[in-house]
């Protein structure tokens, strides 16, 4: 089993900056890709960003490339995506997944959401104009 836990949500100006972190329990983190995707109300979930296990392989939605960064420290067993140049449509909860290893790979397998088995709770990111 595998507990999840994000934080660094919070409100900030449009144009503004934050920083996320998922803290994973368990010794098995590093095996895992990991997940970003947000969820605003009465929008569907949506896909923002994965990493790979050892983080060599990246993947961004359109909305958010060039914009947030997606990056994994094993060690802490945490997982980070840096926003900038945050805008109002970027507001939402934001909740960090875990993916067991797994043979497949590739931006349509990470960016999908039902590939994940483990999830955290979400941090609250709401950005005003």
Do not use: H
Not at 80 to 97: E, N, R, W
């Amino acid at each position: 089993q595998v507990q999840l836990v994000e934080s660094g949500g919070g409100l900030v100006q449009a144009g503004g900056s934050l920083r996320l972190s998922c803290a994973a329990s368990g010794s098995t983190f590093s095996s895992f890709a990991m997940g970003w995707f947000r969820q605003a109300p009465g929008k569907e979930r949506e896909f923002v960003a994965a990493i790979s296990w050892g983080g060599d392989n990246t993947y961004y939605a359109d909305s958010v490339k060039g914009r947030f960064t997606i990056s994994r420290d094993n060690a802490k067993n945490t997982v980070y995506l840096q926003m900038i140049s945050l805008k109002p449509d970027d507001t939402a909860v934001y909740s960090c997944g875990a993916r067991t290893p797994t043979t497949y790979s590739g931006y349509y397998f990470f960016s999908n959401w039902r590939r994940y088995d483990y999830w955290g709770q979400g941090t609250q990111v709401t950005v005003s104009s």
